[in-house]
């Protein structure tokens, strides 16, 4: 199958390698010429001048960007996607951005003559890497079988959610469920050391019961080796947060540890600590208690 | 050997009968004498009128009681447990009190020359009938080697985590992880119905990847089943908050999601819901969002 895949960042670079490699048609575009060096010399992969370009040799066209506004712009800009794009054809947004997005992005596109999935994932670049991530994808059922093979491609659990947008709410959820472990982990591991007590003592402790979580058992022991390299970067999750909160003031929904969360999120990235991991709210916490200020 | 068990509740009485099962001599002793129906028709177990008396027949006292002022009062007021005891005799508080209590009554029973261990739990009433508790213990390795074998008899992972008020450190880790995860857990399902996504949907696709905890999997599965029996009754899950957070409040420390967590834990007694399970967060949250209360 000919795909289109914009977006070949830290994670979308691996996905569109994995699509390749299965034997489809790799047509990409990217804003910066560095970003295509790697495609260059791939003879499998064609490079096109802009997303429409792109779109007019695709059945199905691939965006993995930062947020709605650059889903936007590559779908409707000026020489984007839906000027190229055969109707009836598919567009599967992978990006993070707002259910409320998604929604309006699937209304423009109908107008179009084109489906469209929304289907973010997680997992991170390690799970892009080794195409284990999770997808959790929103769209017609019908919409959603013809997308199915190829994010088998690149994800271990592919999961139909809902209709458009379901995808992105469940990523919204995995978001908060996520963000606010990491935050409730670093504050019982710092409460732990301000105690006087050894945090990794505590951390065992607690792994066999009812606390125990995946964030626990992994990002707790990266805050134990104090090892606050991405994995996720924080800026990232800052951002995911961010529409999280703009979902909960649309809904009138209160989400009280969220909103602590994202909050603290906030002053990390306001701290300069926006390209480490979230892991990295531990430092944020240390430089009160126990009287010693440790950032960076 | 001689043990006295002061605390006989839902959690009490089916550890103190693990004990006489394993043999040892149970002494017991309860304010109100419908505590001490059950044991009376049992010819191994001897009913004392103090716990001096109780104290004075045991070399090992457990104590298993709602708060601080609760051990204080039965370890050092009339008639209480340093009046009977002999010298060299060990107290263990598994109940879950601050961690500045425990080291306050452990300085007390030096001056009485009687040992002390700070030995709370983790798993509920029905870890506590299997046996299966999680016992986090906090005093010297000599007094924790001396009481391990019960402790064993009582929980299937004993650890000592450091010197005395570490074991309640840990307990108040546990709580923090816990409560938060429960109201993040109840944020999430309650955003993805408010946001029309099956929540039942959307947890399953979450427990895949980082997202996965132990209460997502069991209390999350509690709230989709709308089953607020408890488990963890909501009033102690409150009381265990207030003391993560005088602790903060002591240690100069911000703990922005259980500070969060505790506020609705206070909301929810509040409500007149503390006796159900603390997963009726979520019907507290439900009060709001999609524009239909649904309390109770």
């Given at each position: 199958m000919n795909i289109g895949f914009i977006g070949l960042g830290l994670m979308g670079k691996p996905m569109a390698l994995h699509l390749?490699?299965?034997g489809h048609a790799l047509h990409v575009w990217a804003r910066r010429a560095e970003t295509l060096a790697p495609f260059r010399a791939d003879a499998d992969v064609m490079i096109h001048d802009s997303p429409s370009a792109l779109a007019a040799r695709a059945e199905v066209v691939i965006t993995m960007v930062a947020d709605a506004p650059d889903v936007v712009e590559v779908l409707f800009g000026t020489g984007g996607v839906v000027e190229g794009a055969a109707p009836g054809s598919l567009v599967v947004d992978m990006s993070t951005i707002a259910p409320a997005a998604a929604r309006g992005i699937a209304a423009r596109l109908a107008g179009h003559d084109l489906s469209f999935l929304d289907a973010p994932v997680s997992g991170g670049e390690?799970?892009?890497i080794e195409a284990s991530l999770t997808v959790m994808a929103g769209g017609p059922a019908e919409v959603f079988a013809r997308a199915e093979p190829l994010l088998r491609l690149l994800g271990r659990s592919v999961i139909h959610v809902g209709e458009v947008g379901a995808g992105q709410v469940a990523k919204a959820c995995n978001q908060i469920l996520t963000g606010v472990t990491v935050m409730a982990v670093a504050e019982a591991l710092n409460f732990a050391r301000c105690s006087g007590v050894d945090p990794c003592r505590v951390r065992e402790a607690l792994l066999g019961g009812f606390a125990y979580s995946r964030i626990l058992e992994n990002h707790g022991q990266r805050m134990l080796d104090r090892n606050f390299q991405p994995g996720f970067k924080a800026w990232m999750h800052q951002k995911?947060?961010?529409?999280?909160m703009d979902e909960a003031h649309r809904l009138?929904?209160?989400?009280?540890?969220?909103?602590?969360?994202a909050q603290v999120f906030n002053a990390l990235v306001g701290s300069g600590l926006g390209e480490e991991?979230?892991?990295?709210?531990?430092?944020l916490l240390e430089a009160f208690g126990g009287g010693r200020p440790v950032i960076p």
């Open positions: 390749a490699r299965a390690r799970g892009a995911d947060m961010g529409i999280v009138g929904l209160p989400l009280p540890t969220a909103a602590a969360t991991d979230s892991v990295a709210v531990l430092k």
